[in-house]
């Protein structure tokens, strides 16, 4: 993908999240890897003024220039995701109502249904609280997400996905908040709802694997 056709895909889903409302106002953030670095939002910016010069490159050392404008604050679990997992080509944080709410519980979304595989395993993990844009937080997400899973909630702040292309991993941003907004109505009908065994999660992660067109599918 050429740099144009990165910058706009990525000016394109910041919209998107904004639109879909994924996350309100300047919050949440968007990356993609370029090379050996990554291109990322900018800080305190709306999606809706965003143009292809604001788009921050950052280097494998975490780098950037001071002549442009400076990253997203969350840049280092960005920097750190795309270090850690090689699949990663495109990350999505957002503030999305339901998936954070859980976050604020430190509630992870079990295998109440099966599409919780749709991010990878048997359910979506919730990471630890810290600071935000610090490096800790960025530590916390890596050892939450191992090399399984392609996002995960982040305690007492929001919800981070991420795929090979922004296609997917915007599908995988709206799926945890879809699957987030599901489980909280279903607790409010039955506060321990029956879950999928780990038996028939491994059977839905061993057929998404192998299904239709992509590495998961909504069926």
């Known amino acids: 993908m050429n740099k144009h056709t990165l910058l706009t895909s990525i000016i394109n889903t910041a919209c998107k999240i904004t639109n879909q409302g994924l996350s309100a106002g300047r919050s949440g953030n968007i990356s993609m890897r370029h090379g050996a670095g990554m291109f990322i939002t900018p800080t305190g910016i709306a999606s809706s003024q965003l143009t292809p010069s604001d788009i921050v490159f950052v280097d494998d ?56 595989a749709g991010l990878g395993g048997r359910e979506i993990p919730c990471c630890g609280y810290e600071l935000f844009g610090s490096q800790a ?29 922004a296609s997917m991993a915007f599908e995988r941003a ?21 879950l999928l065994s780990h038996q028939q999660m491994d059977e839905v992660l061993a057929k998404f694997a192998g299904y239709g067109q992509q590495s998961h599918a909504k069926v």
């Open 174 to 194: 709206e799926l945890i908040e879809e699957l987030a907004g599901m489980y909280v109505r279903l607790k409010q009908l039955n506060p321990n709802p029956p």
């Open 61 to 116: 050392q975490g780098r950037w220039s001071d002549a442009g404008l400076k990253p997203s604050s969350e840049w280092h679990f960005h920097h750190a995701v795309y270090q850690k997992r090689p699949d990663a080509q495109c990350i999505i944080h957002t503030h999305s109502p339901m998936a954070t709410s859980l976050a604020c519980a430190l509630m992870p979304i079990p295998a109440f249904h099966y599409m919780v």
């Open 137 to 165: 937080l960025a530590e916390e997400i890596i050892a939450t997400i191992g090399t399984q899973y392609h996002g995960c909630l982040m305690g007492g702040h929001g919800s981070i996905a991420f795929a090979n292309n």
